[in-house]
């Protein structure tokens, strides 16, 4: 089945700096890939997310690449924020199950004032 | 405004008993699952469900089953408590690709 892993676990920036969380994906079809971002004590929720047929999508401060030949994708945050500081996960839909969403280990994402 | 809703937030068991963790969605969603939480491993898929009475198996379903005998209602059983069940248990609902979660339940099994 389907297997993601996400780096790196933990990140630390300074305000105003740029983070990057990359994962892979082992399943080579693929074709969702969204990213949440879970605030302490509160619900994963959708902040990104690119299908298989893009190679690149922004959104503000946030974008998501997706390179299909390497079977990896990454987020992008620029001009970081404290408000950033969060629990990030990258998820993949395999192929046989359009639906289910298998994901990563997450990042620990602190941004320093 | 989608709202995925958890029975409980807390929940304390001793080991051997039988657990219910109810979920509940209002958005008509036809996918519910659910998730565990641990530090370290990401959220791991238990059980998912496309439809009523329709369920299947995730990646750890050991020691976990589930029931969807209504559309909006999905429940997790621990048939048996142990302490390695001792998590966080996130439910989630989907109409097609966007996951929206439930708020979780602690659950600590003593």
């Known amino acids: 089945g389907e297997n993601v892993e996400q780096h790196p676990s933990t990140l630390s920036v300074q305000e105003g700096d740029s983070a990057v969380i990359k994962c892979t994906y082992s399943?080579?079809?693929?074709?969702?890939f969204p990213w949440y971002k879970q605030e302490l004590g509160k619900r994963p929720q959708l902040i990104i997310d690119?299908?298989?047929?893009?190679g690149e999508k922004k959104d503000q401060r946030i974008a998501v690449t997706l390179n299909k030949t390497a079977k990896h994708f990454s987020l992008h945050i620029t001009e970081t924020q404290p408000e950033d500081s969060a629990v990030y996960f990258c998820?993949?839909?395999?192929?046989?199950?359009?639906?289910?969403?298998?994901f990563g280990s997450g990042t620990r994402l602190l941004v320093r004032p | 405004d989608v709202k995925v809703t958890q029975s409980s937030r807390y929940l304390v068991k001793r080991t051997g008993e039988k657990v219910f963790l109810e979920c509940v969605q209002d958005?008509?969603?036809?996918?519910m699952f659910w998730y565990r939480q641990d530090p370290g491993l990401g959220l791991r898929l238990i059980y998912f469900?496309?439809?009523?009475?329709?369920?299947e198996k995730g990646d750890i379903p050991e020691g976990y089953s589930v029931s969807r005998e209504k559309k909006e209602r999905f429940s997790l059983i621990l048939e048996s408590a142990s302490t390695n069940q001792t998590s966080m248990y996130l439910c989630?609902?989907?109409?097609?690709?966007?996951?929206?979660f439930g708020q979780g339940t602690r659950l600590t099994v003593v």
């Open positions: 469900s496309y439809d009523v009475k329709m369920k």
């Open positions: 399943d080579s079809a693929s074709n969702y």
């Open positions: 998820a993949a839909s395999p192929a046989d199950s359009s639906y289910k969403l298998i």
């Open positions: 690119i299908r298989s047929n893009v």
């Open positions: 989630a609902s989907s109409l097609t690709s966007e996951a929206f």
């Open positions: 958005m008509d969603h036809e996918n």
